[in-house]
């Protein structure tokens, strides 16, 4: 790999992304940031990816947006449904469908525009909580599919999919990031924050965070909503 | 297979595409119709494939936008590149970059929601022209993605992609619609028709659909801009 290399990073302005968007800079690639806007219920996340981007070294970001409200089906973007405040167990309501495979696929399409042969996802085994999209067989299923999918597969070059955060606990993703000077205060995990990008405190994202800061022994930079 | 199995099909307002929903609502399925919007030069395309989901039966239409454009790479979304019409060979300009992943990928989307574990679409090994994502193994590795995507295949039924008009020739796609009733003045299948769909006769797609109504020995009944 060259210096000059480049990457697409799904940047959806939370905790986890910013770690894999700061990580992926340190390993030497030109980062290109991609944010997705798939009609979520709130636009916060997409205002701390564009801090988060700016502040973490991208060449570029570009927001796409997807109408995915309109086939319904989640308590993230359907506003009939609401978002949960007690773990639950299985698939979550919160799980959007197809919300992975179609955020790999907008980022296929861009490195195909800009002839990179790598995207790098920050899924991993804690934010799985249920959702197949999450799971290390569905990174290489994608991985197979890019291969196949490509110009740059056809013509013989390898399509990598890369998921550092994949076997990381929310504490050691934390720690990576703060050592790479994360700035977590900028990102949004909340399911359902504020305008100000405040977390609610309760959601199943809320608690993932506040459990790994505390994990990590890292004091919480979160700012939460007046309870 | 009972009879109210769903299945959902692209539907682009093509003559494939046609022919696709025809068979699939004739195998016994309710067929829901999806096209993309992904900034396509021309709007006709769509309006025919609204005109072809309410002709054929399809238990719903929807339409859903995502803004390819803003990756550019594509004469199809790029309006920067011109439409080639003289025959291409290798990887055509016209290529989208990773298209059909995308509208699969969104498809899948909505089957989830639909509870459906079948996606029909209408790629072919005429229309592959170069294009890599229209070959078998790239459906193949679809199928496999979406078994591990999906809350359906975590709970272990069988997420389909069937692709029925893939070893098809043109003409043998045209004369399988005609004996499903399909009427495919229609349908659109030029690159660049003009607002009243008519077809510009130079394209690869109007030619690749010309030589199919002359292959099949039927009139064409497609409409074409002056010459």
Redesign the interface.
């Known amino acids: 790999m060259t210096s000059t290399a480049r990457a697409v990073v799904l940047l959806s302005g939370g905790l986890d992304s910013a770690t894999t968007l700061a990580m992926t800079r340190s390993k030497g690639y030109a980062p290109y940031a991609l944010s997705i806007d798939y009609g979520q219920r709130h636009h916060a996340e997409l205002q701390a990816a564009t801090r988060v981007a700016a502040a973490l070294g991208a060449v570029e970001h570009?927001v796409?947006?997807?109408?995915?409200a309109?086939?319904?089906?989640s308590a993230l973007t359907d506003r009939t449904l609401n978002v949960p405040t007690v773990a639950s167990t299985g698939?979550p309501i919160t799980?959007?469908?197809?919300?992975?495979?179609?955020m790999l696929?907008?980022a296929?399409?861009?490195a195909?525009?800009l002839e990179s042969t790598c995207i790098v996802v920050g899924v991993n085994a804690v934010d799985y909580s249920g959702y197949?999209?999450c799971?290390p067989?569905?990174i290489d299923?994608?991985a197979?599919?890019a291969?196949?999918?490509?110009?740059a597969?056809?013509e013989g070059r390898t399509m990598r999919i890369e998921a550092p955060l994949i076997a990381m606990s929310k504490a050691q993703i934390i720690q990576a990031g703060i050592a790479l000077g994360v700035d977590y205060s900028m990102t949004v995990s909340c399911y359902q924050a504020d305008e100000q990008g405040r977390g609610c405190g309760a959601c199943d994202s809320c608690r993932l965070r506040q459990d790994g800061f505390k994990a990590a022994g890292i004091a919480d930079p979160t700012r939460y909503q007046a309870a």
């Open positions: 570009r796409m947006r997807v109408d995915l309109g086939i319904g089906g698939i799980y959007v469908p197809a919300r992975n495979t179609l696929s907008l296929l399409g861009w195909e525009v197949p999209d799971r067989a569905f299923a994608f197979r599919l291969q196949v999918a490509t110009k597969g056809v």
